[in-house]
């Protein structure tokens, strides 16, 4: 595990986050989508256009969130089903574009990855000037009344799966996350997360899934938690002409809090 300075993060990131982590059956609830940096943003209005999928999930059911364009919070409703709810959300492909490399080259050393610079020049591409796309995969865990019920992988393509209920299971030794990235586990990737105390401190430590895919993430009673994990790859030759970049970035992340 290797602990970093607020401070240290180079990128953005982007969740969900709810009014409230644990309520009760029937209380009002509002959910926020949040873009910005050490678990700190702004609240991004929803857009239907430029989100693919909106689910809620409980259980076996998976019901699409009937937002409005403009909505912001992105959702607000009272939750009436006892057990851990799942909400999902997918964004469309945005593309960001880097003037110089110095900029992208902190991103790669941030989310580690190696040898960047090598692999820039063996594709011939310039090192100022290119674009980047990027697609958002969030989720959040939220309990309602008993809590009771367990994560599950909701077919994103790049995903974190919570192998422990945060609300119910004992996770004074750690919560488990498995990483998902094209329908296989992914060994070995960096997972990032920031730690929220009661007062607003925020903590960030880096740590690594195993040969399974799996990381056992040290957490805190009254705290809140986003685990953040990115894959960066070469884009599809269709998506490379019709946006005109040079790489791709998927983005995974998932908030849930700790009674």
Do not use: C
């Amino acid at each position: 595990m290797l602990m970093l300075p607020v401070g240290a993060a180079f990128s953005h990131e982007f969740w969900i986050e709810p009014s409230q982590y644990q309520m009760e059956e029937g209380a009002p609830l509002e959910v926020n989508l949040r873009n910005g940096d050490e678990f700190s943003g702004f609240s991004v209005a929803y857009v239907k256009a430029r989100s693919p999928r909106f689910d809620w999930i409980i259980g076996d059911r998976v019901v699409p969130v009937a937002s409005r364009s403009g909505d912001n919070p992105a959702l607000k409703k009272n939750v009436m089903q006892d057990g851990l709810h799942v909400l999902v959300h997918q964004s469309s492909v945005s593309t960001i574009r880097y003037t110089n490399w110095e900029k992208f080259q902190r991103f790669a050393d941030h989310k580690d990855f190696p040898n960047i610079l090598e692999r820039h020049r063996q594709r011939n591409l310039p090192e100022s000037g290119f674009a980047e796309a990027y697609t958002r995969y969030s989720k959040s865990l939220i309990s309602v009344g008993s809590g009771k019920g367990s994560d599950a992988a909701a077919g994103l393509e790049i995903e974190l799966v919570a192998l422990q209920n945060p609300y119910t299971d004992n996770v004074s030794e750690g919560l488990s996350v498995v990483a998902h990235y094209n329908n296989q586990i992914r060994a070995d990737a960096q997972i990032e997360l920031f730690e929220k105390s009661p007062q607003g401190n925020v903590n960030i430590s880096l740590h690594r899934t195993d040969r399974h895919g799996v990381v056992v993430l040290p957490v805190k009673s009254a705290h809140t938690y986003l685990v953040d994990m990115v894959v960066l790859r070469e884009p599809a030759a269709e998506l490379a002409e019709s946006r005109k970049v040079a790489w791709e970035t998927l983005w995974a992340s998932l908030t849930f809090a700790v009674p």
